[in-house]
């Protein structure tokens, strides 16, 4: 009888016994307690946070908001998602950055101290924040380079975006994924490569001003290296020649000429600092430029209107010549003028009418008002007859001109620093909804009048001297305000090549 009560008992707390410890597994899978320490010869806290001292604030941050724990190491040692991260540090001369830039102490043995690991972390952390954010927005701040360069910066908290992608596995992913989503980019990359295994070749035949036959054989050698000749026959080879000159913005005569042959020389290791520095300057884009905006470069004296990345109207532009530049900018066109006033800048007054006297005002319509001169609106009117208003510091803007033939020079350098609008018409049209005869009728009234967008247009003036195209060539263009060469000397101090021949 006690030994059955005891049995009873006995099943019984058994029973109890197996139902806390069901109910002790819940409880964990629904409040879990602090994960299990990496380091397990310090308390990992005070570990981490002794060793930040002197980092850079965005790092502290960092592990401060993960509780100090380390993003690559585990319980089993150092995670395959840091060794990725790792390989890709390697390779960041595939984007025309200096691997220097991302060197990285070699991960440490399983066995070592828990501070050297600790050390090891955070010296990895730090350089990807760093490789992270220069693919971001650029290694090279546009405004650090430039005092005529205004570029809007994109938000994003790399810290965070890197803490979570380390705790799922997924860094090397996430970083990858920073690249810019454009297709220039991609292609400038490919070049990259082709034009660096060129130069790793021993460069191109030199070629000469000459008819000669062997320097017709160099001639030949040197287009095919880049992709412009599909047999050495003479026809072939002036057919090449003169692919040649068109992507490098020179007459296609299909004859060498000294303008030519100086392009021709330019050495493939040259070509390709200029291709990374074009992608340094397309890292400074926005990954997301807007459904609709207005892309202006420079070099090419080209714009396009962009929607959904496809460029819908294309137009020649006039900009500024060498000594009044074009800045680089990134702004919104928020209205437009027809029949716009032009508020003469007090330095055009100074060096430009004032020395011609009086009459030259009156012939070009123009009259004083507190102190400012100002030309009325009209058919002579320096803005011609629109011009898009977009709040910006250097007060440039995009506007129509009175003077037409500018459009016809193959050198197109040549105004204050605005932008002249070969297709200024098609332009306003498009974004204002309205069709041609609808915006020659505002024209024709004579009237200054505003007229707001429906929505902001992003715009942006940019400076690209290497333009990708879809065939796999790339279109150089003249580095008309020494931008090129201010970058490579940044980006590229050891180069000792000869800058001069880039704008021969």
Known sequence: MRFRRFATATSV?????VCLALLLLRAEALFPGPPPAIFQGNPQQQLLEGRLAGQPIQVSLLYQARGYRPLWFVQTGFTADGRQALALLASVDKDGLSPARYAAPQPPDARAPDAVKADFDIALTNVLLRYASDMRWGAFRPEQLFDDAEMERDVDDMGAGLSRAADSGNASTWLRSLTPPLREYVQLRDALARYRAIAAGGDWPAVALASSPENMRRLAARLQLEGYLTDASPASVAAGLRAFQADNATPATGHLNERTVALLNIPAATRAE???????????????????????????????????????????????????????????????????????????????????GGGYMAAKNMYVRDGQVIQRPGPGNALGRAKFEMPNGFNVYLHDTPTKKAFLASDRALSHGCVRVQQIKPLVGHVLGLSDEEVQRLIDRGR?????????????????????????????????????????????????????????
């Open 13 to 17: 707390g058994a029973v109890i016994c």
């Open 274 to 356: 200029v291709i990374a520095v074009n992608m340094e300057r397309l890292r400074w884009m926005p990954h997301n430029p807007g459904a609709q905006y207005i892309l202006v470069n420079v070099p090419d004296a080209s714009l396009a209107l962009m929607e959904s990345g496809q460029a819908i109207l294309v137009s020649k532009v006039v900009v500024g010549a060498p000594n009044k530049t074009t800045p680089i900018l990134s702004t919104r066109a928020v209205s437009i003028t027809i029949n716009p006033s032009w508020h003469v800048p007090a330095s055009i007054v100074r060096r430009e009418i004032r020395p011609k």
């Open 448 to 504: 200054t009048e505003g007229r707001r967008l429906a929505a902001p247009i992003p715009v942006y003036i940019q400076y690209w001297t290497a333009i990708p195209r879809e065939d796999g060539h790339v279109l150089f263009r003249t580095d008309v305000y020494g931008r090129d060469l201010r970058m490579i000397r940044e980006m590229f101090p050891q180069s000792g090549l000869v800058f001069a021949s880039l704008n021969r």
